[in-house]
């Protein structure tokens, strides 16, 4: 039965793509977007991939929507003229399709248990999050220590999105401060009632969630990022309903850029403490006298880390785009 | 026998939930209005957290309806942000309306 | 040991990578120090593990204590070192002597934020080059990708928008076929780990998974590293980017892909994948060739003097392959010596170019007219690079060709063809670089007349020091010579003999 | 479960391919960054089904679960989809910079007004 509806939803996850490519309307192409997300979203839940649906859902759903969103109210909608080769360009699309098609020959059996892909590495990872960390949800153990480089590296590309867009558009003739925008761009969704009194009641909860997110990570799907996309939420609705200038006053430039780049340097200081107090670069067993302790408290703090660095981040991405309607 | 019955259900539900997400997809697809698309894509997004709290028990993992209630505001939140879009479209359109006249 | 010096292949990522969110918060004045401090830092570090592996051999790391399958690891040898010379010591004499420089191309006000970007470039290629984690590659991958974008954004001329962002798309599709491609071999294999991918793909080799995955790499990182026919992001790319940051990116970034390359190939497939050795000569030999002379032959018709320049990185990327292609111990030696001596002619001749700008407006061949005379030390110094550029014995350049043509020399009849080509290409770089010359020693000097002809004393410094490594590296290439002659024994040591 | 493993990778690969005629053929920016989005997305698709076993379930130890699906590609996804949206916001600043300095967000007219 299950496989039924895997099957239903990746097909029409492939009328979605098509559909996304086809539209003329940048606009509608951005709404299949969405829905694209959200059915590879559930695809993933089906697939054991609770994290991972979680972060798709807050990434492409949510985030990604309201970026190119941003960006769309600022370029325009309409994309004019189609394509350029199309013959050339399908044939290339083609012929490479044909060979990730051949790729899949000879694979391991679809959840095969012998494949390599459980039987290699992974047992370990399963086998030992509970003995050294205590903590139920493996992913987390592994995100945040077994691999935590990786993810102290993800943490620096979300860094250096922020930065770039931040260095894009701090210059360039869009780039003004001494203009005030027209009263329209700065107004919010503050005169319509039925948005302003349901979204305000819900922008509470909404953090809540995102703080419920960020500290149940070891226990549950989710964690610093997921959080930190969530908080960023959470504002971005209120800058809707109450105008960017206010959600700005709420939290000002600096203490976001500060949210970024404190969040970055807390989940380095936490690596190189665990030099200075004896391990390598990373290692949290050292940081508390029982080394299961230690673990816990590191990924506590790394959490953290990640989630201040993906708030400040997105958020002054979103500020960053809004400023430059005009 | 009430488990079964109870798994009965769940596959029923799950199955009425994609056939109304396949007919919400549809409707995004073929328009006509952007305002028909942006309701086909809520109300896909309203199926998606059913068929997540569906499956959520259908998989006994009933801890992964955080999962849920985050889709839940996610989706709201996506409508504002179209909300406003549609906003500042139409107050953008009036300013160069008037800077033509 | 000192217990500092066990951490060195970690801290060489680190301390650049932890330094930019630092550069945010500093006051603003403060941020062009600290990224130069970092980034000479970074240099010592670097200095430091070549020293240790010259003496000990290679260092490796376990990333949180964690033993290596499981963990991430860390991993410093020959062909690591050098490298990490390049990135760091490219990167120090940029930032060191381009302060004026970066200032008129950016702008005062958003400089933190370009310098940010720059230390994590610099961390990037610095991560990949000591990663021996095939996915954490891909993550250093994307950070320094990330952060190039931004270095070439920040040129003053519109057109680097478009050529930015170009440069993205097509990096982005690059990193996600290696990412595809270690998939595959991760759906072989069950790891990551390049070692013990090496050893655990010998099972699996001859599935159709590895040889797609094989596919994927190669096209993915041939486009990062813009091997011909795959580099029409880089001309663009290099000519609007600000001067310093072409003379930086220039210098290591296309570098770093290509040491990947070189990496998977040898250590991953070469010993795995039937005929090896014959698809290099098949595939990857033509494809350099074809990148020396086409890449040659446009720069002979530039006008424009830094896409001159680009154009002919993509005939030494060309070299290069062409050294890797001919899988022996001569032909790695010159790969690799090449990836040394062409970065520090290339990232010479940029930074001669940086000082020349404010004097030549478009920096178009025309507008060199009067340089020699004008700015003669800086115009002598962009002179000794381009010398080295071509081969002329006596600079760097030279060593690495002469190891080429020996290395293709062993091979016999097929042999002399490809020397062929290397002196033609050779001839075209003394058209190229001749026309420069011309031009700024008999041309007429532009109407009006330069705003401020003396260039500042660190840019100075920084391209003089780059022109007599130019010379002395040409004399005495002890040091980079043990470095890739061991580097192409390591390589070689994974190719059943 | 065969018939879906073997659907999950021709998924794969038609979507890889529909995201990459996207990013190639269309002329419009934001239309190449969303094929570069489906793009990413596909790859997402092929390392978690190659991450499920089957009879297992997520892998968070639960009161009744045993077996566990995988969770290394799983880590590998998240960072991999957060590089995704962290390039996609660049590419957007980037077009919206285009806007502003050319008028316009197709390429062709881009290149058009360079040529001038």
């Known amino acids: 039965m299950t496989v039924l509806f895997g099957i239903f939803l990746l097909t029409l996850l492939l009328i979605t793509a098509v559909a996304i490519v086809r539209a003329r309307n940048l606009f509608v192409a951005v709404m299949l977007m969405g829905i694209a997300s959200l059915l590879i979203a559930a695809s993933f839940l089906l697939l054991d991939a609770a994290d991972v649906a979680l972060t798709e859902a807050a990434v492409g759903a949510g985030v990604s929507t309201v970026l190119f969103l941003s960006a769309l109210s600022i370029t325009s909608e309409r994309e004019r003229a189609s394509s350029s080769r199309p013959l050339i360009s399908l044939a290339v699309v083609t012929a490479a399709a044909l060979i990730v098609i051949y790729s899949t020959f000879d694979k391991p059996r679809f959840g095969d ?199 400040g981040v997105l958020l002054s991405i979103f500020h960053s785009f809004a400023a430059r309607r005009r | 026998m009430a488990e079964q019955r109870a798994e009965f259900m769940y596959y029923a539900v799950t199955l009425a939930t994609l056939v109304t997400m396949g007919l919400a997809v549809v409707r995004a697809i073929l328009g006509p209005t952007l305002y028909d698309r942006v309701l086909a894509m809520n109300m896909f997004g309203t199926k998606t957290v059913l068929l997540l709290a569906v499956v959520a028990f259908l998989f006994g993992r009933p801890d992964f309806l955080d999962l849920v209630l985050t889709y839940a505001l996610i989706n709201f939140i996506g409508v504002f942000a179209v909300l406003e879009f549609f906003r500042i479209r139409a107050a953008r359109r009036q300013d160069s309306g008037e800077a033509g006249r | 040991m000192n217990p500092l010096a066990a951490q060195m292949p970690a801290l060489q990522v680190i301390v650049p990578m932890l330094m930019a969110p630092f550069v945010l918060l500093l006051p603003r004045g403060l941020s062009w120090a600290a990224a130069a401090a970092a980034s000479l830092l970074a240099f010592g570090i670097a200095a430091q593990l070549t020293a240790t592996v010259i ?80 996915f954490n590659i891909f993550v250093f991958m994307e950070i320094s990708s990330l952060a190039s974008y931004v270095l070439v954004a ?149 006008r424009n003097v830094k896409r001159l320049l680009a154009f002919s990185s993509v005939a030494q990327i060309g070299y290069i392959m062409l050294g890797a292609s001919l899988v022996s111990i001569g032909g790695l030696t010159a790969a690799t010596l090449h990836l040394f001596n062409h970065a520090l002619a290339k990232g010479g001749l940029f930074l001669a170019i940086a000082a020349l700008a404010p004097l030549a407006a478009g920096l178009r061949l025309k507008d060199m007219g009067g340089m020699a005379r004008q700015a003669p030390w800086t115009f002598a110094a962009f002179v000794v690079a381009g010398l080295s550029l071509i081969g002329i014995p006596g600079t760097a350049g030279f060593v690495s060709k002469w190891y080429l043509v020996s290395a293709a020399m062993a091979l016999g009849a097929p042999g002399i063809a490809l020397i062929g080509v290397v002196v033609l290409g050779s001839l075209m770089a003394v058209v190229y670089v001749w026309r420069i010359v011309e031009s700024a020693c008999f041309g007429e000097p532009p109407e009006n007349p330069a705003r401020s002809a003396a260039v500042p004393r660190p840019l100075g410094a920084a391209i003089w020091t780059a022109a007599l490594a130019n010379v002395y590296f040409g004399i005495a290439p002890g040091l980079p010579l043990r470095l890739s002659s061991s580097a192409a024994a390591t390589l070689l040591g994974h190719v059943p003999a | 479960m065969q018939v879906l493993g073997i659907y999950y990778y021709w998924v794969f690969a038609i979507l890889l391919m529909i995201g990459f005629y996207a990013v190639i053929a269309k002329l419009n920016l934001v239309k190449k960054l969303i094929g570069l989005t489906l793009f990413q997305a596909a790859v997402f698709l092929l390392y978690i089904a190659m991450g499920k076993m089957e009879g297992g379930t997520a892998p968070i130890y639960g009161a009744s679960a045993e077996a566990f699906s995988s969770p290394l590609p799983q880590v590998l996804i998240l960072t991999a989809i957060v590089v995704g949206i962290s390039t996609t916001a660049l590419g957007l600043g980037i077009v919206v910079r285009i806007k502003e300095e050319y008028g316009s967000i197709q390429e062709d007219e881009i290149q058009e007004i360079d040529r001038r």
């Open chain 1, 113 to 311: 248990p012998e494949a390599p892909v459980h039987s290699h590495v992974s047992p370990w990872y399963i086998e030992k999050t509970e003995e050294y960390m205590e903590i139920p949800n493996m992913v987390t153990a592994v995100l945040g220590s077994f691999r935590g480089y990786d993810t102290l590296g993800e943490v620096f590309v979300v860094l250096v999105a922020g930065i770039g867009v931040l260095f894009l558009l701090s210059g360039g003739p869009g780039f003004d401060s001494g203009k005030s925008p027209p009263p329209w761009a700065k107004a919010g969704l503050r005169h319509y009632l039925i948005p302003r009194v349901a979204g305000r009641l819900l922008i509470p909860f909404i953090l809540l969630l995102g703080l419920y997110i960020q500290f149940h990570g070891e226990y549950g799907p989710g964690g610093g990022f997921q959080a930190g996309a969530i908080i960023a939420a959470a504002v971005i609705l209120y800058a809707l309903l109450e105008g960017e200038q206010n959600a700005l006053k709420v939290l000002p430039r600096p203490v976001l850029i500060g949210l970024m780049a404190g969040g970055a340097i807390l989940y380095g200081a936490v690596g190189v403490l665990g030099i200075l107090m004896g391990g390598n670069f990373l290692d949290y067993s050292v940081l508390a006298a029982d080394s299961v302790k230690g673990q816990q408290r590191g990924i506590l703090l790394i959490e953290a880390g990640v989630g201040m660095t993906v708030t």
């Open chain 3, 55 to 134: 003496d000990s051999g290679p260092v490796a790391y376990q990333m949180g204590s964690w033993p290596a399958p499981y963990g991430i690891e860390l991993s410093v040898d020959a062909l690591s070192a050098l490298l990490l010379l390049v990135v760091t010591g490219a990167s120090s004499l940029a930032l060191v002597g381009g302060r004026a420089s970066l200032a008129a191309a950016v702008g005062e006000d958003r400089e933190h934020y370009f310098y940010a970007a720059w230390l994590l470039a610099l961390a990037g290629l610095a991560g990949i080059a000591v990663s021996a984690d095939a």
């Open chain 3, 154 to 302: 920040g040129g003053p001329d519109r057109r680097a928008l478009p050529a930015v962002f170009k440069y993205l798309i097509m990096g982005t599709v690059g990193a996600t076929f290696y990412l595809i491609g270690i998939g595959l071999i991760y759906m072989m294999t069950g790891t990551l780990n390049l070692a013990d991918m090496e050893l655990r793909i010998a099972e699996v080799a001859d599935k159709e998974p590895i040889l797609a995955a094989a596919g994927f790499i190669t096209v993915g990182l041939a486009l990062k590293a813009a091997i011909f026919p795959l580099h029409v992001w880089l001309p663009n790319a290099y000519t609007y980017a600000p001067h310093i940051a072409t003379a930086f990116l220039a210098a290591c970034a296309t570098k770093v892909s290509l040491y990947v390359l070189l990496r998977f190939d040898f250590f991953v497939f070469q010993q795995n994948l039937s005929g090896h050795a014959f698809q290099f000569a098949a595939y990857l030999m033509p494809l350099a060739i074809l990148g020396i002379l086409v890449g040659s032959g446009v720069a002979m018709f530039e």
